[in-house]
């Protein structure tokens, strides 16, 4: 007699090797359910079969297993490695899953002589110097402009650097100390660099101390002018302190991240909270894929919390990264069991060669700011529970597809560009808002695009991206979108990365949309302009159903403006084109009918009526504009 497949299963156990590796379940029709590692195989597969105490989920799983597969490695760290990898591959139904945050932005200082001060997402090397992960865009930005602010550094591409004849804006408005033209030497530059590292590793006091002495040094020597400028700095860094006050009272804190799980409904979210240089940077809510409330599955949140670990530190490229960007310590909200805790620890130390700290009940500052992550994790939550259904929900989609931290939806916004022209006449370039999960209609604006060869759309592009952002270190921080649509390929986001970089904006911000045959929703390809692979997100994407949307609208609003100016610019070419009718009389219909359009609509008598317009000229202007 034929064994049932559950007698199979309990044969297949007692030959499992007390190995380290990575197991994996399947059901009678050989999708994968389940991908786990475990430190002893035979145990650990086991279990599975003799608990009586499951949690829902994991009784709902097995009873659903026909089969299994087994990987041995050489250590427990290669099965978290490899676990990591094949949950990503296979998706398994029964396995928590964060989305793969590789787009984490970084604060970068390069290797130049005069080094650059940017943002910088993607993969570090050994050439330059950077600090984070930052949880957002915008606290990358605000540590930029705090370090452009009191210590003045460049932020110009080195193809700008190199080229300068005189000081740009930002030496105008007190933002650079414009070594570009020499207006320091490469010492006095690099004392400036020092003195902002130390800053990012949390060392303000003795930067304001080295401050104070450099002050009362130029003073002494009667170079009043340079002691007012390091005064001026000290002034900037102590109201950046004062306004910061976490940072105040965390001082020799060092690097710290802290990690809070949280559960509502059905819904888990594990809570990022990054401190670096004793500065809490914010937090970032991570949710995950495979786990929402509609499916019912009961999780145990140390459960959430290790997984989370396992996939953010030794799963995904920032385990990569240079030893200084993962912090040496962890604080969490949840109490690992000791098995749990040693092999996740002891993954991370050998994959990172040093020693990674677990902290679960942390006391003084580190308290603070777990209570403040758990706190944060809860609302988040709460948001995330309340954003279902129509825009609200293309906005969230489109927020999960770049990986945005927003503490709330609304907070999204994203400006979309577009250039129409007819054969290169009355060339006009849109630009369209939407935010507050709608459209901003009082907020589109038109620009008229001048001083370059008909029909040249990258040129065009190049020029309104200018005019929009050229004011972009003064733009209120709520109106700085999240996102920039470019209408357009390669080429367009080609012009819109050079502008960024000469503005010192993030190119995180930039996504080109290229559209598919008979610009058919569904068939756009993303590019992006900070290194990442284009992306295809297809017809069923509720985020690109948004991004469609808010592309065709500014295709919309370029088109109106373009076929409005065309007109406009024919009418004056017509009245001109006419024998009679000079600057005065065109004048005079102008002023009479409130316009071009007015003009045009006018008969025969009306014109007439005009001072200096007989019936005959009235009949010619007539027929010349019919």
Same mark, same amino acid.
């Given at each position: 007699?034929?064994? /049932?497949?559950?007698?199979?299963?309990?044969?297949?156990?007692?030959?499992?090797?007390?190995?380290?590796?990575?197991?994996?379940?399947?059901?009678?029709?050989?999708?994968?359910?389940?991908?786990?590692? @475990?430190?002893?195989?035979?145990?650990?597969? /086991?279990?599975?079969?003799?608990?009586?105490?499951? /949690?829902?989920?994991?009784?709902?799983?097995?009873?659903?297993?026909?089969?299994?597969?087994?990987? #041995?490695?050489?250590?427990?760290?290669?099965?978290?490695?490899?676990?990591?990898?094949?949950?990503?591959?296979?998706?398994?139904?029964?396995?928590?899953?964060?989305?793969?945050?590789?787009?984490?932005?970084?604060?970068?200082?390069?290797?130049?002589?005069?080094?650059?001060?940017?943002?910088?997402?993607?993969?570090? $090397?050994?050439?330059?110097?950077?600090?984070?992960?930052?949880?957002?865009?915008?606290?990358?930005?605000?540590?930029?402009? &705090?370090?452009?602010?009191?210590?003045?550094?460049?932020?110009?591409?080195?193809?700008?650097?190199?080229?300068?004849?005189?000081?740009?804006?930002?030496?105008?408005?007190?933002?650079?100390?414009?070594?570009?033209?020499?207006?320091?030497?490469?010492?006095?530059?690099?004392?400036?660099?020092?003195?902002?590292?130390?800053?990012?590793?949390?060392?303000?006091?003795?930067?304001?101390?080295?401050?104070?002495?450099?002050?009362?040094?130029?003073?002494?020597?009667?170079?009043?002018?340079?002691?007012?400028?390091?005064?001026?700095?000290?002034?900037?860094?102590?109201?950046?302190?004062?306004?910061?006050?976490?940072?105040?009272?965390?001082?020799?804190?060092?690097?710290?991240?802290?990690?809070?799980?949280?559960?509502?409904?059905?819904?888990?979210?594990?809570?990022? @909270?990054? #401190?670096?240089?004793?500065?809490?940077?914010?937090?970032?809510?991570?949710?995950?894929?495979?786990?929402?409330?509609?499916?019912?599955?009961?999780?145990?949140?140390?459960?959430?919390?290790?997984?989370?670990?396992?996939?953010?530190?030794?799963?995904?490229?920032?385990?990569?990264?240079?030893?200084?960007?993962?912090?040496?310590?962890?604080?969490?909200?949840?109490?690992?069991?000791?098995?749990?805790?040693?092999?996740?620890?002891?993954?991370?130390?050998?994959?990172?060669?040093?020693?990674?700290?677990?902290?679960?009940?942390?006391?003084?500052?580190?308290?603070?700011?777990?209570?403040?992550?758990? *706190?944060?994790?809860?609302?988040?939550?709460?948001?995330?529970?309340?954003?279902?259904?129509?825009?609200?929900?293309?906005?969230?989609?489109?927020?999960?597809?770049?990986?945005?931290?927003?503490?709330?939806?609304?907070?999204?916004?994203?400006?979309?560009?577009?250039?129409?022209?007819?054969?290169?006449?009355?060339?006009?370039? /849109?630009?369209?808002?939407?935010?507050?999960?709608?459209?901003?209609?009082?907020?589109?604006?038109?620009?008229? &695009?001048?001083?370059?060869?008909? *029909?040249?759309?990258?040129?065009?592009?190049?020029?309104?991206?200018?005019?929009?952002?050229?004011?972009?270190?003064?733009?209120?921080?709520?109106?700085?979108?999240?996102?920039?649509?470019?209408?357009?390929?390669?080429?367009?986001?080609?012009?819109?990365?050079?502008?960024?970089?000469?503005? *010192?904006?993030?190119?995180?911000?930039?996504?080109?949309?290229?559209?598919?045959?008979?610009?058919?929703?569904?068939?756009?390809?993303?590019?992006?302009?900070?290194?990442?692979?284009?992306?295809?997100?297809?017809? $069923?994407?509720?985020?690109?159903?948004?991004?469609?949307?808010?592309?065709?609208?500014?295709?919309?609003?370029?088109?109106?403006?373009?076929?409005?100016?065309?007109?406009?610019?024919?009418?004056?070419?017509?009245?001109?084109?006419?024998?009679?009718?000079?600057?005065?009389?065109?004048?005079?219909?102008?002023?009479?009918?409130?316009?071009?359009?007015?003009?045009?609509? @006018?008969?025969?008598?009306?014109?007439?009526?005009?001072?200096?317009?007989?019936?005959?000229?009235?009949?010619?202007?007539?027929?010349?504009?019919?």
């Amino acid at each position: 007699m034929k064994n /049932s497949p559950k007698e199979a299963l309990v044969k297949e156990l007692k030959r499992l090797p007390g190995l380290p590796g990575v197991y994996r379940f399947f059901d009678h029709a050989g999708h994968v359910l389940y991908v786990g590692k @475990a430190r002893d195989l035979k145990k650990r597969v /086991s279990s599975y079969f003799q608990r009586t105490q499951l /949690s829902p989920r994991i009784e709902r799983m097995v009873e659903k297993i026909e089969q299994f597969e087994i990987t #041995v490695t050489r250590s427990e760290t290669e099965a978290l490695i490899l676990e990591n990898n094949l949950i990503k591959e296979l998706n398994p139904p029964f396995n928590i899953l964060f989305r793969d945050d590789k787009s984490y932005p970084y604060l970068l200082l390069t290797g130049h002589r005069f080094p650059r001060l940017a943002s910088y997402r993607g993969k570090t $090397d050994k050439r330059n110097r950077y600090f984070g992960p930052f949880p957002n865009s915008w606290a990358v930005r605000n540590s930029v402009q &705090i370090l452009q602010k009191v210590f003045r550094l460049r932020t110009c591409e080195d193809t700008v650097f190199k080229n300068r004849s005189r000081p740009c804006l930002l030496h105008q408005i007190h933002r650079c100390s414009a070594p570009c033209v020499g207006m320091l030497t490469e010492q006095q530059y690099a004392q400036d660099v020092t003195q902002a590292l130390r800053f990012l590793e949390g060392e303000h006091r003795t930067v304001l101390a080295e401050l104070e002495r450099e002050m009362q040094q130029h003073s002494d020597a009667m170079e009043f002018e340079m002691a007012a400028t390091i005064r001026d700095r000290i002034a900037d860094l102590s109201s950046v302190l004062q306004q910061q006050s976490m940072d105040t009272v965390a001082e020799g804190e060092g690097d710290v991240d802290i990690l809070a799980a949280a559960e509502l409904d059905g819904m888990v979210c594990v809570n990022l @909270a990054m #401190v670096r240089g004793g500065r809490h940077l914010g937090d970032r809510a991570h949710f995950p894929k495979m786990l929402r409330p509609s499916d019912h599955l009961q999780v145990d949140l140390n459960e959430v919390l290790e997984t989370f670990i396992q996939q953010h530190y030794l799963g995904s490229d920032i385990s990569s990264q240079e030893g200084s960007i993962i912090p040496p310590v962890l604080v969490v909200n949840q109490a690992f069991n000791s098995e749990a805790a040693s092999a996740i620890l002891n993954g991370m130390t050998e994959r990172l060669h040093r020693k990674i700290n677990l902290l679960h009940q942390p006391q003084g500052q580190r308290r603070h700011w777990l209570a403040m992550a758990e *706190g944060n994790a809860k609302i988040a939550l709460l948001r995330r529970v309340a954003e279902t259904g129509g825009q609200m929900a293309k906005a969230r989609a489109v927020a999960d597809t770049f990986n945005l931290d927003l503490e709330n939806i609304e907070q999204l916004r994203i400006e979309c560009f577009d250039i129409s022209h007819t054969s290169g006449e009355a060339t006009q370039a /849109s630009c369209v808002v939407f935010a507050k999960n709608e459209m901003q209609a009082s907020e589109y604006r038109r620009f008229n &695009i001048q001083g370059i060869t008909p *029909g040249d759309d990258y040129a065009a592009m190049k020029q309104v991206l200018q005019r929009r952002y050229g004011n972009y270190q003064e733009i209120p921080s709520e109106r700085i979108p999240q996102i920039v649509l470019i209408d357009g390929g390669k080429g367009q986001v080609e012009m819109a990365r050079q502008v960024f970089n000469e503005f *010192g904006m993030d190119l995180g911000l930039i996504v080109g949309v290229a559209k598919g045959e008979g610009r058919k929703v569904g068939l756009e390809t993303l590019i992006f302009a900070d290194g990442r692979a284009p992306l295809e997100l297809g017809r $069923d994407s509720s985020a690109l159903m948004l991004i469609a949307q808010i592309r065709d609208e500014a295709h919309r609003f370029a088109i109106t403006g373009m076929r409005a100016k065309r007109a406009k610019s024919r009418i004056v070419s017509r009245l001109e084109e006419i024998e009679g009718i000079g600057a005065k009389r065109r004048q005079k219909l102008l002023a009479r009918f409130g316009g071009l359009k007015g003009v045009s609509n @006018a008969s025969i008598e009306e014109l007439s009526s005009v001072e200096g317009i007989s019936l005959t000229l009235a009949e010619q202007i007539y027929r010349q504009l019919h």
